[in-house]
């Protein structure tokens, strides 16, 4: 089936430090989305993009919808320990379609 | 302000028991859906139901039956619980601004 390559799969950083993690794929995706998942709970969307180029932010994140809409990028700036976790991107393939593809995720670590 | 709820959190079955997992969510969304989460391998629809009335499959249905039994639930049915079924289940719904809110999952372990 379709797949999400999702990277880096994880990463250690140093509290301050600015990190970048991106999703590709051979298919063209219409929405994606950008969870963050603690441990024992469920993911908790971040931000939603809907068309190509589009740049958005929550706070301290920025997520990007890539122009060829085969790909996105999450940015998270100056982190902090709380940051920590797994983060998911996920694509829908195009409007109506209710199934959703998931990458296989980037855990982050933040050193105090 | 409960979102998605799913019963239970956890559970210890043996092979070939059967058990249903519930899902409510409280936000009038049409859609529904369960997914499984399994170290290293992202989250994959088991199946969806795009509206009341309506189910269909994911990408790993076997094993699995669903029910919408009304707009605000839908319950996932293991007849006969294999190991390799030990996993994290999630239930997530949306509506019209095409993004998944999920519950806090429900850890299975099958024996």
């Known amino acids: 089936g379709q797949q999400l390559n999702q990277s880096p799969q994880s990463m250690f950083i140093q509290e301050g430090e600015d990190v970048s993690m991106n999703c590709t794929s051979s298919?063209?995706?219409?929405?994606w989305l950008w969870y963050k998942q603690d441990p024992g709970e469920g993911p908790v969307l971040l931000i939603a993009l809907y068309k190509a180029g589009e740049l958005t932010s929550n706070g301290r994140l920025t997520a990007q919808f890539g122009i060829t809409r085969k790909d996105s990028f999450l940015n998270i700036s100056a982190s902090i320990p709380s940051d920590v976790g797994i983060y998911f991107c996920?694509?829908?393939?195009?409007?109506?379609?209710?199934?959703?593809?998931f990458g296989t995720g980037t855990r982050l670590k933040v050193l105090a | 302000n409960a979102g998605v709820t799913q019963t239970p959190k956890f559970q210890v079955l043996k092979t070939g028991q059967s058990m249903t997992l519930q899902c409510a969510q409280d936000?009038?969304?049409?859609?529904m859906y369960w997914y499984r989460q399994d170290p290293g391998m992202g989250l994959r629809l088991i199946y969806y139901?795009?509206?009341?009335?309506?189910?269909d499959k994911g990408e790993v249905p076997n094993g699995y039956n669903v029910s919408r039994l009304n707009k605000r639930e839908f319950s996932l049915r293991l007849e006969s619980a294999a190991p390799s079924q030990t996993s994290v289940y999630f239930c997530a719904s949306s509506g019209g601004a095409n993004v998944l809110t999920f519950g806090a999952g429900s850890r299975l372990t099958v024996l």
């Open positions: 996920a694509g829908q393939l195009s409007p109506g379609t209710y199934k959703y593809i």
């Open positions: 139901s795009a509206s009341e009335g309506t189910t």
């Open positions: 936000m009038n969304h049409n859609s």
């Open positions: 298919s063209i995706f219409n929405t």
